[in-house]
Nanobody, 128 residues
Framework: QVQLVESGGGLVQAGGSLRLSCAAS????????VGWFRQAPGKERRFVGG???????TNYADSVKGRFTISRDSAKNTDLQMNSLKPEDTAVYYC??????????????????????WGQGTQVTVSS
C-alpha cells in the first residue's frame, strides 16, 4: 500500500504561482511514476503531468507545458510548480502513483487507469 498526501493548494490571482507537494509513504517502487491530475467542476479528471521516480523522466499535458514543472526528491516526495496560472487551471489537483513500469525506464503514463494509488486532492483556485 502507498499513502499519498497533497498540500499547497489555495487561491491565487491569474499570472501567479503555486507549488503543490505530494508526500508518499508506504511500499513505493522506484519503477513507478507519480502523476498529477486535475478535475474541474463538471469535467472529467485530466492528466497534468508526471515523473518517473527512477531517472526523473517527465511527461506534461500540452495545456501546461512551459508553465508547470514536476520534480521529485530522494524521499519520494513530488512537487508540482505551477507558474503563469490561468483561471482555467482552477481544479482539484490529485497526485497518484502508477503501477510498476518495468518495460520502460522512461515511460510516464497519461491515463488515469495506469495509476493505482491516489491522494485526497487539493483545491487550486485561480481568480481573474
Amino acid at each position: 500500500q502507498v499513502q499519498l498526501v497533497e498540500s499547497g493548494g489555495g487561491l491565487v490571482q491569474a499570472g501567479g504561482s503555486l507549488r503543490l507537494s505530494c508526500a508518499a509513504s508506504g511500499r513505493t517502487d522506484s519503477d513507478s511514476a507519480v502523476g498529477w491530475f486535475r478535475q474541474a467542476p463538471g469535467k472529467e479528471r485530466r492528466f497534468v503531468g508526471g515523473i518517473r521516480w527512477s531517472g526523473g523522466n517527465t511527461n506534461y499535458a500540452d495545456s501546461v507545458k512551459g508553465r508547470f514543472t514536476i520534480s521529485r526528491d530522494s524521499a519520494k516526495n513530488t512537487d508540482l510548480q505551477m507558474n503563469s496560472l490561468k483561471p482555467e487551471d482552477t481544479a482539484v489537483y490529485y497526485c497518484a502513483v502508477s503501477r510498476v513500469l518495468r518495460n520502460s525506464f522512461t515511460y510516464v503514463p497519461a491515463g488515469d487507469r495506469d495509476y493505482i494509488y491516489w491522494g485526497q486532492g487539493t483545491q487550486v483556485t485561480v481568480s481573474s
